[in-house]
């Protein structure tokens, strides 16, 4: 590849806080050697069509992303978020005081960009940018997609205390059993619903759970009768005494307000009430006063076993196909923490080989995060994943409880 040099002078304005000219002089050499495009340039080019098309959770991620590079102080920041009210608004702020700043702060932007949104980065036509000159993620940042649960230590279990607001007690480990139902509706009695990756799905929630410390139950491939005998029978077990809390996860098709039953079809109607969850939970008296986290994976749209094709940059299809299915529930009961795939009217899409995201998604984030977050802190994260992809939103569906609950894995 031909490479020419270009001899590149900071235009950043003088301050007494706050970045200086010589900081970035240091941290991007005057003289620089980039494939064909000079990094100002290339920024001004597609100026128009970044603003109009970044999304408000990208603009806080370069935010906070500059924050940390330097770019942009903590005066910056805060101006910059107040005085723009709306994201078209913080955008142009936010690319014009880049473009100030000179070439080595429009060089990080792209970079960054690249980072956070791919798939806007490739549709600007920003493929230019040097490799070598790309900003690093930190450590952690780089092992975002963790297959690995991160533990707590004692110490980050009493920083966290000592800032938490309400929360529920966490038993010690010695003192406890963890109990969480894992149903996953693989096999249907009709062919064309067989839903094909799920068993990637099972294998990835099984492992967290069992790291998070959680006895797993699995009931796999159930009629709608089975299932709400298996919630009913989970419910029931007395090892819930000496537990601090519950997952039931249910990996199925559905349709609004129900999962579907294996022996579900066109003709013959198999479904589960959503209500049920939550009518068989709050009956157990073991479980008072302790959360119960309900994860749902299936489609929230009225079609059944339908084919929903997702297009990357490559021309060939993807194969993913949809969990159409459930729900619209009104929760009856307390301590309730409920995230769905999707959102009401939407399908949840799932890889045929790879299993579906939003599951991946769920366990990626609880490994890197659960250490220090709450559930509800780990849901969002979630749904800011999914709705980076770009293929489903994630939603959290209902809460019953004004406390937090801190998982504190491996303590």
């Not at 005057?30 to 603009?59: H, P, W, Y």
């Not at 707590?152 to 938490?164: F, G, I, P, Y």
């Not at 159930?222 to 005998?229: A, N, P």
């Not at 489609?299 to 076993?305: A, D, K, L, Q, T």
Request: aromatic fraction near 8%; charged fraction near 30%; charge should be negative.
């Amino acid at each position: 590849m031909p490479v020419c040099c270009v001899f590149t002078f900071s235009r950043l304005p003088l301050r007494t806080s706050g970045p200086t000219p010589h900081q970035y002089r240091d941290h991007f050499t005057s003289v620089r050697c980039f494939g064909f495009i000079n990094m100002d340039k290339q920024l001004a080019t597609v100026r128009i069509q970044f603003v109009a098309e970044v999304g408000e959770d990208v603009i806080r991620q370069l935010l906070d992303d500059f924050l940390k590079d330097g770019v942009l102080n903590d005066e910056e920041h805060e101006s910059l978020v107040q005085e723009n009210g709306t994201r078209m608004d913080q955008a142009g702020c936010l690319i014009k005081m880049v473009l100030d700043k000179g070439p080595g702060a429009s060089e990080k932007l792209l970079s960054r960009l690249k980072e956070r949104d791919v798939n806007l980065f490739n549709k600007l036509s920003l493929g230019s940018v040097s490799p070598e000159s790309s900003p690093k993620l930190s450590e952690q940042e780089e092992k975002s997609d963790s297959s690995v649960l991160k533990t707590c230590t004692e110490q980050m279990k009493k920083d966290v205390l000592e800032k938490a607001g309400s929360i529920y007690i966490t038993k010690e480990k010695s003192e406890r059993k963890r109990l969480a139902l894992l149903i996953n509706n693989m096999k249907y009695k009709e062919d064309s619903l067989v839903r094909l990756g799920a068993d990637k799905d099972e294998e990835r929630m099984e492992k967290l759970l069992k790291d998070l410390d959680y006895e797993v139950v699995k009931r796999p491939n159930l009629t709608g009768q089975k299932m709400d005998e298996a919630l009913e029978e989970f419910s029931k077990c007395e090892k819930h005494k000496d537990a601090d809390s519950t997952f039931v996860v249910i990996m199925s098709h559905g349709e609004k307000d129900a999962i579907h039953g294996i022996n579900h079809n066109a003709q013959n109607k198999d479904l589960f009430s959503i209500d049920k969850i939550y009518d068989h939970l709050k009956h157990c008296v073991y479980l008072c006063n302790k959360p119960k986290i309900i994860v749902i994976q299936a489609c929230r749209g009225e079609s059944s076993g339908t084919v929903s094709v997702m297009r990357g940059p490559e021309p060939e299809p993807e194969p993913y196909q949809d969990d159409s299915g459930p729900v619209q529930s009104e929760i009856k009961g307390n301590d309730f923490f409920v995230i769905m795939a999707t959102t009401p009217g939407t399908k949840a899409i799932r890889h045929t080989e790879s299993g579906s995201p939003f599951i991946q998604w769920f366990v990626e984030t609880f490994n890197r995060y659960a250490y220090e977050d709450h559930i509800i802190g780990l849901f969002r994260k979630v749904m800011k994943k999914s709705e980076n992809s770009n293929k489903q939103m994630a939603c959290i569906e209902k809460l019953s409880t004004g406390k937090d609950f801190y998982l504190f894995p491996g303590l």
